[in-house]
């Protein structure tokens, strides 16, 4: 208790929130706080087999070049093949109900994608990529608490996935915490500057919170 009280008292500084703080915002910035943390370990001390796999050297390679890329064209290429990284979860069946739920997603099912994901996330329990999409459905419905769950999963995991921190920087921005959405903007941008309407979304935010004209 006696550390969520000093983590609580640290979000209401930051935001400038007062003590009738809503329960949530405080998981959404409780989140936004817990980005970036390091790959989470098991219970029993050892990293677990996907966050050890996505702390390796080949993602690590492939978000600097992301960060380095000369042109959109570039970016895309290896917006590509970290995808690729991220959808690997070393599960035939998992990788096959994640596909699926893609594909409940492109005929607007989100409950059968949620289902197929909740089913993907039991056989692989630390697989980030299953937690971040669900995030992203949970996000899309409206249901900010459960998505910013997933999504603190995800950065728990990953600090560096671009996908998660917009979708949190958006979940902020659209909850009136604008100075947390501002600082996730940033954060994603500068894992990968390319990324589509980012940019954008970070000046017009940008404009609003220091009262400049556009």
């Known amino acids: 208790m006696k550390i969520f009280a000093i983590r609580l008292a640290a979000i209401r500084k930051l935001f400038q929130c007062g003590p009738g703080l809503p329960v949530r915002a405080t998981l959404l910035a409780l989140a936004l706080l817990g ?3 390091p790959p989470a370990a098991r219970a ?10 996505e702390s390796g050297s080949a993602l690590d390679t492939l978000y600097e070049q992301l960060a380095g890329a000369r042109d959109a064209r570039e970016a895309k290429r290896i917006e590509a093949a970290i995808a690729r990284n991220w959808l690997r979860s070393g599960s035939d ?10 594909t409940a997603l492109g005929v607007d099912d989100a409950a059968l994608a949620i289902e197929l994901i909740d089913r993907a996330i039991v056989l692989r329990p630390d697989w980030t990529e299953a937690y971040a999409l669900r995030g992203q459905v949970f996000a899309a419905i409206g249901d900010d608490e459960r998505a910013v ?5 995800v950065l728990l ?16 921005e659209r909850t009136g915490i604008r100075k947390g959405a501002l600082t996730l903007y940033e954060r994603a ?18 404009s609003a919170v220091e009262g400049r004209p556009l």
Do not use: W, Y
Request: aromatic residues 2%.
């Open 149 to 153: 769950a997933d999504i603190n999963q």
């Open 189 to 206: 941008l500068a894992v990968n500057p390319h990324l589509d309407g980012v940019r954008t979304a970070r000046e017009k935010l940008r």
């Open 157 to 172: 995991r990953d600090g560096r996935h671009f996908v998660a921190l917009q979708t949190l920087a958006e979940i902020l």
């Open 35 to 37: 980005a970036g943390h």
């Open 93 to 102: 069946t998992a990788d096959l109900l994640l596909t699926r739920a893609h």
């Open 44 to 53: 029993d001390g050892v990293a677990s087999p996907d966050a050890s796999r």
